[in-house]
Structure formats: C-alpha cells, structure tokens
C-alpha cells in the first residue's frame, strides 16, 4: 500500500501532465483500498477553497495533510492524502532451527502451520510435512525424538487441535466459548477460521488452556466443531483481544514486522512473506484489517489418501487374501454354562487366522512392514484370539439368533468386556463375538507408557491400532465364512449363531472406534456406538482416563512443559487420523468412492460422561451427518433434530443427572468415572431403543417426553 501511494505521489510530481486525476489516481485508490476520493456535490472532500474549477470536483488547494493531484496543470485536480513513506526496516527476532519463528514462545508455536510444510510435487497435495530433529519436543529422556511416520503425510490434520499463545493472557468474556459458537461467526469476533480455497468463514470456540502451570505462556485453543476438508487450505487470524485490564493484546515482533511492511532476520519467516501478504488479503475481505491483527497464519490440511491409503491398501489386500469365506478359526476352549448361573449356553474361545502387516504381530510394540513409499507390506499370517459369547435362551428355544461382534472399553480386553456383558446377550437372544482393540487393549498398555517418554512409539500405537482394524474385519468374515458351522456353535441339530444376520456393537473405546469399523467392514450394514465421541486428541485431556498416565506424562522423565505435552498430543492426531473415527464417520454416512459403502449407526450419549466428553460426542453427530432425536437432552450446535420413530441413522443423548462435568481440557474428579459412562448400560428405555434398532433398523422414541433416567449412585 505505502510503495503505491509513494509511486503515485512521485508521478504525479515528474509528469504532470500526463496524468488523468480522476482515472488514475482513482484507480490505484481503489486497488489499495484508500476512499479518500469523494464529492460533496460537485466538490471534491478535503477541498479548503475554490471549488469552481472547469470540472466536476475540481479543487485548487486542499486541506492540511491532503495534496492536490492536478492532472492537466490547470491549477485544479483532487485531495488525496498524503502518506509517510514507510521505509522497511530489518527487525532481529528470537529464532530457533527449525521452529516456527513467527512466535517465540514455543517452537511449534502457532500450530497447526505451513512452517512445517515443504513442497513435495509428488504428493496429492503438492506438500509433505516437515519437522525436523529439532522441530519435535524432546523429553526428559529422549533429548532428540523423530517420528517418522509424520513427515510421510502430505499436510496437517483435519482434525486439528488449533493453537497459539500470547506473552500475556487474553480475556475471553466476549469470545464464542463451546456453549455459545454462533459468536464466531458474528462481524467482529476476536478469531476467525477460513477456508480460503472457498472462502468460507467457519464456526468454532475458543478456550485458554485450563491445564496450564502458570510455569509459561497459556495456551489459546480455536476449537473446530466437526473435521476439516481434506487437502484444503485454511487461515487463522485473531484480533481485539485484551488483556486483564483492557490493554490489546501485542503481537510478537515477527508478526508485527510481517504487518508493518519490515523485514526479519529469520529466514523462515520471510520465505513465507508473500504466503502471509495474500493471508491477509483474505483477512481483510473480511474486515479483519492487517494493521489490527495479533497473530494471522495458514496450514494446509492432507489428502484422504495420504490419511487413509495406507489403511484401505490393507483392507483390500487382506479380503482379497480372505477371500469370501476367511481362511480359517481353531477353537482351543468350549464351556457350557459358563458363569453357571443359566445365562450363558456356552463360551467359545479361538483364534482366527489372520493377515497381518506390523513387523511384529504377536506383541507390541511394533511397526508396521513398509516400502520406500510408505504403503503397509503383507508380512504373513497369524492367530489373533476370539471370544464368543451364546446365550442359553437360544438353546431353551432351540432357536438361532443373531451375531453382534463387539467392540470393548479403553485398555480392556475382548473377553473379559463380552464375558461380563452375558445379560444382553440372554436378554435379547443374541450372540457376541469379540477380539483387542490392537493400540488401545490392555496388552498395549506399556507401550501407550513409553510413548509419553519417546513419542516415537506414537507411531507403534497407532501401527497396531490399523491392525485392529484388520483383525476385527477377518474375525468376521471368518465367522460369517468357513467357520459358520463349527461343533461348538451347535445345541443338538441346531446352530444357535446366524451368521446371515451380523450387526455390530461397541461401548466406549468400542463405541469410538466403532465408528471406524463400521466404514472398513464390507460384512455389516448397521451398529450401535455407545458413549462414543470422535477426535482423540481434543477428548483425552477431558477425560478421566487420562490421569492414569499424566503422572509419567508430566514427569522428568517425560515432559515436565505443558506446552510440550500439549503440542505432543496435538501432533498425535496426525497419527491417530489413521483410525479416527473423526475421519470415518463420514464415510459411515456417505460411503467412499467404490471402495467404502454408506452405513447406518445409532449413537447413544451420557450426558456428563466423564470418560469420553460430550463435546467429541457433539464432534461425532457432525462427523456423521446424523440427526439427534427430538426428545435428546442435549441438541448439539450444527446437528439437525427430527422426530422419531425413524428408520436410519440418529443420535441420542440420555440424562441421568449426574455431576457437571468441567468447561475447561480438564478431567473430571475420578469419583465420577464411573457414573454418566456405565450407568446409561442398565437403564431400560436406552437397551429398548438401542436393541430395537439393532435389530429392526428402526429408532422407536422409548423415552416418552424427554430422554432422563433415574440412577442408582
């Protein structure tokens, strides 16, 4: 702006004569965004006299501060203001090897960000992420820590936490917060969140980090609603935001340099320069001017095939290897009555043999077989366990009856989750099958351990976590297959499990990953997910789960920073996308190209849960584009609400009146683990609504007005 005023100044002194005033210098006026041209009348504004020039808008001599533009040296013209000319300046700033340097504050600071993209013509998205030996925090124990599999995606993820920090803590009074995220959108709000290859200006809420140890610069999280479009460019931009006693809050010295025309002498910053000129330029199509802004930045979001290639490329080597029928099961114990107590007929455990792909697969840790190019590599088969739970009413009635294959709890096991969940089973004459969620099961709990001390066994986890997903679809197909007819599934001449008639049921753990199950599985059409969510990174911290690790998390040994901690798990969602159900659900909802089919789900919330959050529930109903019923006690922002009964996808949200859980990325008091999460499993109306569509398809309104229980606690 300043250079083009100078450069029009300039002219209008060496040639007079050859400029056309109201052409021209309305033209650059206009292209720099200046409205200093106007009339009253017929005379210019800023006129000081003489104002009957041979022209409309003529002007022979102009206010202070605004010169006379006399294009044919007539002795009149226009008032334009006149403009200092800026000087660019070099500004030295705080920088650190492969950082982001346009905020001191941590390294990785503001996230997610371009600074840690580089371009790449052979990917989808023409980027591959980029950090460095240096980009990563080290902890206590590991000063230096890579994780490879990071920098094989080609952007960051649309599941994102968004984050950056300020050298003093802003007051959010009049900031969108999770209960008000309609605010984000009005004229004026303090962030913004654009997707600039539409233009699309998009809701969210906004937080300051309620985990922080006043020990550094508090956290300030934009929180996204629902997961972003895949391979899309996205800008952030904050301004008017305060402090405790209403001063602005100051920019860092990079940004502001970026914003006043200066140079840096970080050559990261000023490699993105333009990147940042054109950010702004989008920022302003929204009144968000560049000389107001605090912090503005971009990040580019990775392709779906970088996020999911790896997982569909086994899926569809592993059922071509499979075939229609499986390969094979190999039961090693039966026992009937088991439990004797006359619920269970029978107890089946096996193994299913399986294809896998980790370099390991009898125990983790372990990675997954690679090529140069990052696609998962078949390394051979093994036998991954089944449990199989039928219960006796089907042997009373000599009668066959359907096949749930269920999902279990964080940290837990297939067999004991479906072992102590017989009474469904008998209730409504069905039998279940399960096997580990591989990365989240109790065998992975040493690894889940180490990676809080060396991050690169986020990958181990997250490699192990894409081999569940293998192994849960070959349990299926095998059972539907060549193990349909085995012994053990008979009373007499009977065989009690269908294996026609499959539907899948997950709680928890299982009602997240469910999710992602239920999009892979080409052998089920219709589940249920209870007290579910989706985008792991953004529920762990607000859930009492994970205060099971934050001890060794927070250690010396670990990461004594929470800025650290905090970026960590953030840079865990690029890992976790593999699976998220942040990712799935949409295609549980839309199908994927010819390769994935529309499935239909119910999802079934506690309100005030305090394990998995209900803002991730809220982000599921999103991701899923599924309606929440009409008489749910909580209507998420985004979400359509429709009567029931209905036959197709919905959500529901149940009410026990249980303790409030926290506003902030704090856990609830572990006193409350248990309550909202485990008591919504006896109520009678949520098992009639959720067996009644498992079985029919149909979501029947079983709550009368309004979706409340009482419960025992």
């Given at each position: 702006m300043r250079k083009s005023i100078t450069i029009l100044l300039a002219l209008m002194f060496v040639f007079p004569g050859c400029l056309d005033d109201e052409d021209i210098v309305e033209d650059i006026l206009?292209?720099?965004?200046?409205?200093?041209?106007?009339?009253?009348?017929?005379?210019?504004?800023?006129?000081?006299?003489?104002?009957?020039?041979?022209?409309?808008?003529?002007?022979?001599?102009?206010?202070?501060?605004?010169?006379?533009?006399?294009?044919?040296?007539?002795?009149?013209?226009?008032?334009?203001?006149?403009?200092?000319?800026?000087?660019?300046?070099?500004?030295?700033?705080?920088?650190?090897?492969?950082?982001?340097?346009?905020?001191?504050l941590h390294c990785m600071f503001p996230f997610p960000s371009n600074a840690f993209l580089s371009e790449d013509p052979t990917t989808v998205t023409g980027y591959r992420v980029n950090y460095t030996k240096t980009s990563v925090p080290g902890s206590g124990t590991f000063r230096q820590v890579e994780i490879p599999g990071l920098n094989r995606l080609d952007g960051m993820s649309p599941s994102t936490q968004i984050l950056t920090a300020f050298d003093e803590d802003p007051v959010l009074t009049a900031v969108a917060n999770q209960s008000t995220i309609e605010k984000s959108l009005i004229e004026g709000h303090a962030t913004i969140l654009i997707n600039l290859d539409t233009g699309e200006r998009l809701p969210h809420w906004v937080e300051l980090d309620s985990r922080t140890d006043n020990k550094g610069p508090t956290i300030l999280y934009i929180r996204t609603i629902r997961g972003l479009d895949h391979n899309t460019a996205y800008g952030v931009g904050i301004s008017g935001l305060t402090n405790s006693t209403g001063d602005l809050i100051s920019p860092s010295l990079a940004f502001k340099a970026l914003i006043e025309g200066?140079?840096?002498?970080?050559?990261?910053?000023?490699?993105?320069?333009?990147?940042?000129?054109?950010?702004?330029?989008?920022?302003?199509?929204?009144?968000?001017?560049r000389e107001n802004l605090q912090a503005a930045w971009e990040f580019h979001t990775a392709s779906t095939e970088s996020i999911v290639g790896g997982m569909l490329h086994m899926r569809e080597d592993a059922l071509t290897r499979l075939g229609d029928d499986g390969i094979g099961c190999n039961v090693t114990s039966s026992e009937d009555n088991y439990g004797n107590d006359n619920t269970t007929f029978?107890?089946?455990?096996?193994?299913?043999?399986?294809?896998?792909?980790?370099?390991?697969?009898?125990?983790?840790?372990?990675?997954?077989?690679?090529?140069?190019?990052?696609?998962?590599?078949?390394?051979?088969?093994?036998?991954?366990?089944?449990?199989?739970?039928?219960?006796?009413?089907?042997?009373?009635?000599?009668?066959?009856?359907?096949?749930?294959?269920?999902?279990?709890?964080?940290?837990?096991?297939?067999?004991?989750?479906?072992?102590?969940?017989?009474g469904w089973s008998q209730t409504?004459?069905?039998s279940l099958l399960a096997t580990d969620w591989y990365g989240w099961s109790q065998s992975d709990y040493d690894t889940v351990i180490d990676m809080l001390v060396q991050p690169a066994y986020f990958e181990h986890q997250t490699d192990r976590l894409q081999q569940a997903m293998i192994n849960k679809i070959t349990m299926l197909r095998t059972m539907k297959g060549v193990c349909s007819d085995i012994p053990e599934l008979y009373s007499g001449e009977t065989n009690l499990v269908d294996t026609d008639e499959a539907y899948y049921m997950g709680?928890?753990?299982?009602?997240?990953?469910?999710?992602?199950?239920?999009?892979?599985?080409?052998?089920?059409?219709?589940?249920?997910?209870?007290?579910?969510?989706?985008?792991?990174?953004?529920?762990?911290?607000?859930?009492?789960?994970?205060?099971?690790?934050?001890?060794?998390?927070?250690?010396?040994?670990?990461?004594?920073?929470?800025?650290?901690?905090?970026?960590?798990?953030?840079?865990?969602?690029?890992?976790w996308d593999s699976?998220?159900?942040?990712?799935?659900?949409?295609?549980?909802?839309?199908?994927?190209?010819?390769?994935?089919?529309?499935?239909?789900?119910?999802?079934?919330?506690?309100?005030?849960?305090?394990?998995v959050p209900m803002l991730s529930s809220d982000r599921a109903c999103r991701a899923a584009d599924i309606?929440?019923?009409?008489?749910?006690?909580?209507?998420?922002?985004?979400?359509?609400?429709?009567?029931?009964?209905?036959?197709?996808?919905?959500?529901?949200?149940?009410?026990?009146?249980?303790?409030?859980?926290?506003?902030?990325?704090?856990?609830p008091s572990p006193e409350y683990h248990s309550l909202a999460h485990n008591l919504i499993a006896g109520v009678p109306e949520v098992n009639a609504m959720v067996f009644g569509f498992m079985l029919t398809g149909i979501v029947e309104n079983t709550c009368g007005e309004i979706c409340t229980f009482e419960a025992d606690w």
């Open positions: 206009e292209e720099e965004g200046i409205e200093e041209v106007g009339y009253e009348g017929d005379c210019t504004i800023n006129c000081l006299e003489s104002c009957d020039g041979p022209g409309k808008g003529d002007c022979s001599q102009c206010v202070e501060g605004f010169v006379l533009v006399d294009g044919d040296g007539d002795g009149h013209g226009e008032c334009i203001k006149v403009f200092e000319p800026h000087i660019p300046e070099l500004v030295e700033v705080p920088q650190e090897e492969g950082c982001d340097n346009i905020n001191p200066d140079y840096t002498d970080a050559p990261d910053v000023e490699l993105r320069a333009a990147s940042f000129d054109n950010l702004f330029v989008n920022l302003e199509s929204h009144d968000y001017e029978r107890r089946v455990r096996g193994t299913i043999t399986t294809p896998q792909y980790l370099l390991n697969p009898d125990e983790p840790p372990s990675l997954m077989s690679r090529d140069s190019n990052g696609t998962p590599l078949f390394t051979g088969y093994s036998e991954v366990p089944f449990t199989l739970i039928i219960p006796q009413v089907l042997a009373d009635n000599n009668a066959s009856g359907p096949l749930v294959v269920f999902g279990h709890g964080f940290m837990g096991t297939g067999e004991a989750t479906i072992s102590g969940s017989r409504y004459g069905v709680y928890s753990l299982g009602g997240i990953y469910g999710g992602t199950f239920m999009a892979l599985s080409p052998d089920i059409d219709r589940g249920v997910l209870w007290v579910g969510g989706s985008g792991f990174a953004s529920m762990i911290e607000r859930s009492t789960n994970y205060n099971q690790f934050e001890l060794i998390f927070n250690s010396i040994l670990g990461y004594p920073d929470r800025n650290d901690r905090a970026i960590l798990i953030s840079m865990g969602q690029q890992l699976t998220d159900p942040d990712i799935y659900l949409n295609f549980v909802a839309n199908g994927y190209g010819n390769v994935l089919t529309p499935k239909t789900i119910l999802a079934v919330y506690s309100v005030n849960d305090a394990q309606p929440v019923l009409s008489t749910s006690t909580r209507l998420p922002y985004g979400v359509n609400v429709v009567e029931g009964p209905i036959e197709g996808s919905a959500a529901v949200f149940f009410d026990g009146n249980f303790p409030e859980v926290p506003e902030g990325n704090t856990g």
